[in-house]
């Protein structure tokens, strides 16, 4: 059973930083890229950033602006985002998301598995 | 960048009718790379079509989706009372992905 656990969400102040894990089991994790997608209160679904499988490839939603850095440890079959210079705005829960398919180049991909999600709440 | 924007916003019905949903995409979505979702309060979303028109393993068949190009749907036959949610479009052309605004199927 694919399983998705996020961790690492939490209350910080404007201008912070935090790192979020997400932990997979029950598939082959190296051989999947994974995403991560976010969701603010009371509003729709905003994806953040795609890795290929080997963790060579990124992509980012033009909205970060270099302030979030998506990463992976196949040793660990674990997920993480690096976010920096938080601001309100970015309150939201942050789910992870298992891609369907490796993604070498280009990620193109859709979502078959979903995480529970982690709340991260900027605020002072 | 392609955007998604879902149609109507909020969809009232009663259970047994049918729902039509409508995603339209700002540019050609090539390859039919079109997903739809159903999320529920408190639940992560839940992949329901992809490839415009397949259903995903365990769906309902009473969900269907078709369209090509810019324009597609999302059909639920007959609405269950497990149905009413929230409905999401995403494309997955290239990158940037993207979700539609959502549309919101509530009880009538």
């Known amino acids: 059973e694919v399983q998705l656990l996020e961790s690492g969400g939490g209350l910080v102040q404007p201008g912070g930083s935090l790192r979020l894990s997400c932990a997979a089991s029950?598939?082959?994790?190296?051989?999947?890229?994974m995403s991560w997608v976010r969701q603010a209160p009371g509003k729709g679904l905003e994806w953040v950033s795609v890795?290929?499988?080997?963790?060579?490839?990124?992509y980012y939603a033009d909205s970060l602006k270099g302030r979030f850095t998506i990463s992976r440890d196949n040793s660990k079959n674990t997920l993480y985002l690096q976010m920096n210079s938080l601001r309100g705005e970015d309150t939201a829960i942050y789910y992870c998301?298992?891609?369907?398919?490796?993604?070498?180049?280009?990620?193109?991909?859709?979502?078959?598995?979903w995480g529970q999600g982690a709340l991260v709440t900027v605020s002072s | 960048e392609i955007v998604l924007t879902q149609s109507p916003g909020t969809l009232s019905l009663s259970p047994g009718e049918r729902a039509t949903l409508s995603c339209r995409a700002s540019?050609?979505?090539?390859?039919?790379?079109l997903a739809w979702y159903q999320q529920k309060p408190g639940q992560p979303p839940r992949l329901l079509i992809y490839?415009?028109?397949s259903g995903a393993t365990g769906i309902p068949a009473r969900f269907s989706g078709g369209g090509s190009g810019t324009d597609f749907t999302l059909i639920i036959s007959s609405l269950e009372p497990e149905d009413f949610a929230v409905y999401y479009c995403?494309?997955?052309?290239?990158?940037?992905?993207?979700f539609g605004g959502g549309t919101k199927v509530e009880i009538k």
């Open positions: 995403q494309h997955y052309v290239s990158s940037p992905l993207a």
């Open positions: 998301a298992k891609a369907i398919k490796y993604c070498g180049g280009e990620c193109s991909t859709y979502f078959d598995y």
């Open positions: 890795i290929s499988g080997s963790g060579t490839t990124t």
């Open positions: 029950g598939f082959t994790f190296s051989s999947y890229g």
């Open positions: 490839g415009a028109s």
């Open positions: 540019q050609t979505i090539a390859g039919n790379s």
